[in-house]
């Protein structure tokens, strides 16, 4: 007899984790392995900030404060906008949850992009709602499209900038245009996990925004630039009605002691963010003159990775680049097949990369 799990649930996809660097290793015999696949900041923790990490574990026997209030406070300093108006997640990944947790129910519905970041469509689906796909116009949010496709079921609409996988932006202009279209009980959700890669004259500051738009909820992370990727922290900067609804499904220790703390020093270290900005501005410069200069195809990003195209099938590219201790994305796996996406990294390691790719892709390519 099988167990009564919800219908929507077990309709759901299972997971499969991406490939590690150890089985990688073990599997091509293989000392380096670069793992290039999920677009962590791969200059590795500023220094000096392992060490205070390190300094909190003396007090893990406590739970950690319920209300990330030093995090809170911090960010709000940064953002100039009240504590009521930010939550902290476990990864900006659990605030996604919590925000359908919260807004979709049974016959809900999100309109988000296609393909767009998979996170949206899972957490929708788990609350037993629905999403309305709207493919992307030239690799970009077809913003009047996504607009059109609100409907009076719709309960959010989730927006990437920049858009993972394809790194491109979304501008001010239509950013102010969403906000004057949209239906003002429906909820925008601005992800921009890359918000900090791009550079600052291209950003839309939309923490500007939060004061005067109960509508709008703007996600950011730690675990993109200011390196906490293992370490899960996130946060969520919304209206005080959005904030209370996400805090009433939050579980109370849904964030460690340890990731506050982490999170709270590392914006100590905005010169490791700016530096690490514009290393990777500059090799993503270098990637599309090599590129170009072989003839490959490309999208310009304005994130920490780039979309390559690769031919007919990615596959072939993917397994010749593990076997060299290269780990990334095929496009298949992201709704761009022919493509791979690859995080930019080191300028050591961008360039071995490069050398490598190029000829395993006219090899390939022949
Ligand atoms: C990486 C990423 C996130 C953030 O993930 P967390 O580690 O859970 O904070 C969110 N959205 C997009 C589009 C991402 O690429």
């Given at each position: 007899?099988?167990?009564?799990?919800?219908?929507?649930?077990?309709?759901?996809?299972?997971?499969?984790?991406?490939?590690?660097?150890?089985?990688?290793?073990?599997?091509?015999?293989?000392k380096n392995v670069y793992k290039l696949a999920s677009n962590e900041n791969l200059y590795g923790l500023p220094e000096g900030l392992a060490e205070?990490?390190?300094?909190?574990?003396?007090?893990?026997?406590?739970?950690?404060?319920?209300?990330?209030?030093?995090?809170?406070?911090?960010?709000?300093?940064?953002?100039?906008?009240?504590?009521?108006?930010?939550?902290?997640?476990?990864?900006?990944?659990?605030?996604?949850?919590?925000?359908?947790?919260?807004?979709?129910?049974?016959?809900?519905?999100?309109?988000?992009?296609?393909?767009?970041?998979?996170?949206?469509?899972?957490?929708?689906?788990?609350?037993?709602?629905?999403?309305?796909?709207?493919?992307?116009?030239?690799?970009?949010?077809?913003?009047?499209?996504?607009?059109?496709?609100?409907?009076?079921?719709?309960?959010?609409?989730?927006?990437?900038?920049?858009?993972?996988?394809?790194?491109?932006?979304?501008?001010?202009?239509?950013?102010?245009?969403?906000?004057?279209?949209?239906?003002?009980?429906?909820?925008?959700?601005?992800?921009?996990?890359?918000?900090?890669?791009?550079?600052?004259?291209?950003?839309?500051?939309?923490?500007?925004?939060?004061?005067?738009?109960?509508?709008?909820?703007?996600?950011?992370?730690?675990?993109?630039?200011?390196?906490?990727?293992?370490?899960?922290?996130?946060?969520?900067?919304?209206?005080?009605?959005?904030?209370?609804?996400?805090?009433?499904?939050?579980?109370?220790?849904?964030?460690?002691?340890?990731?506050?703390?982490?999170?709270?020093?590392?914006?100590?270290?905005?010169?490791?963010?700016?530096?690490?900005?514009?290393?990777?501005?500059?090799?993503?410069?270098?990637?599309?003159?090599?590129?170009?200069?072989?003839?490959?195809?490309?999208?310009?990003?304005?994130?920490?990775?780039?979309?390559?195209?690769?031919?007919?099938?990615?596959?072939?590219?993917?397994?010749?680049?593990?076997?060299?201790?290269?780990?990334?994305?095929?496009?298949?796996?992201?709704?761009?097949?022919?493509?791979?996406?690859?995080?930019?990294?080191?300028?050591?390691?961008?360039?071995?990369?490069?050398?490598?790719?190029?000829?395993?892709?006219?090899?390939?390519?022949?």
């Amino acid at each position: 007899m099988s167990l009564k799990i919800k219908k929507w649930i077990s309709g759901l996809p299972d997971y499969t984790p991406g490939r590690s660097i150890e089985e990688i290793k073990n599997k091509y015999g293989l000392k380096n392995v670069y793992k290039l696949a999920s677009n962590e900041n791969l200059y590795g923790l500023p220094e000096g900030l392992a060490e205070k990490i390190c300094e909190e574990i003396q007090n893990i026997y406590y739970y950690p404060d319920a209300g990330c209030s030093q995090i809170r406070e911090k960010l709000g300093k940064v953002h100039g906008i009240p504590v009521e108006k930010i939550i902290i997640g476990s990864g900006s990944d659990q605030i996604i949850e919590m925000i359908c947790d919260s807004f979709i129910g049974p016959g809900g519905n999100a309109v988000i992009a296609d393909p767009t970041f998979p996170i949206y469509e899972k957490s929708t689906l788990k609350c037993g709602g629905s999403t309305t796909k709207v493919p992307l116009a030239d690799f970009r949010h077809d913003i009047k499209g996504l607009l059109a496709a609100v409907d009076a079921h719709t309960r959010i609409m989730f927006l990437t900038n920049p858009h993972n996988p394809a790194g491109t932006n979304i501008t001010g202009e239509e950013f102010k245009y969403v906000l004057d279209k949209l239906p003002e009980d429906i909820l925008l959700v601005m992800d921009e996990a890359y918000y900090e890669y791009v550079m600052p004259d291209e950003r839309i500051d939309t923490a500007e925004y939060i004061a005067g738009r109960d509508n709008l909820m703007v996600l950011r992370t730690f675990s993109k630039i200011f390196c906490l990727a293992g370490l899960r922290i996130g946060y969520g900067m919304g209206s005080t009605e959005a904030i209370r609804a996400l805090n009433k499904v939050r579980l109370p220790f849904n964030v460690s002691s340890i990731a506050q703390k982490a999170a709270l020093y590392s914006l100590e270290y905005q010169d490791f963010a700016v530096k690490t900005r514009e290393s990777i501005h500059k090799q993503k410069q270098i990637y599309y003159n090599v590129l170009e200069k072989n003839g490959i195809g490309f999208i310009r990003s304005y994130a920490n990775f780039i979309l390559i195209k690769v031919g007919s099938d990615s596959s072939q590219v993917t397994e010749e680049l593990l076997k060299e201790g290269f780990i990334i994305r095929p496009g298949e796996n992201l709704g761009f097949p022919g493509y791979i996406r690859v995080t930019v990294s080191t300028d050591e390691v961008s360039a071995k990369f490069l050398e490598v790719f190029i000829r395993i892709y006219k090899n390939c390519n022949k």
